[in-house]
């Protein structure tokens, strides 16, 4: 998920597409946010682990 918005970001930019740049945003904040409960231990959406 992050990588897929680091992608789209890097689309928006080029394209001057906003938004691609507002989704590319979204899907890093929320990849980000599931990598870290995941590291933690919680479990997102049935799964133990987020990666």
């Given at each position: 998920m992050?990588?897929l918005?680091?992608?789209?970001?890097?689309?928006?930019?080029?394209?001057?597409?906003?938004?691609?740049?507002?989704?590319?945003?979204?899907?890093?904040?929320?990849?980000?946010v599931?990598?870290?409960l995941g590291?933690?231990?919680?479990?997102?959406?049935?799964?133990?682990?987020?990666?």
């Amino acid at each position: 998920m992050i990588a897929l918005g680091v992608i789209l970001l890097i689309i928006g930019f080029i394209t001057g597409i906003a938004i691609l740049w507002t989704i590319g945003i979204i899907l890093v904040v929320i990849g980000a946010v599931f990598w870290i409960l995941g590291s933690m231990g919680h479990a997102i959406a049935g799964r133990r682990h987020y990666w």
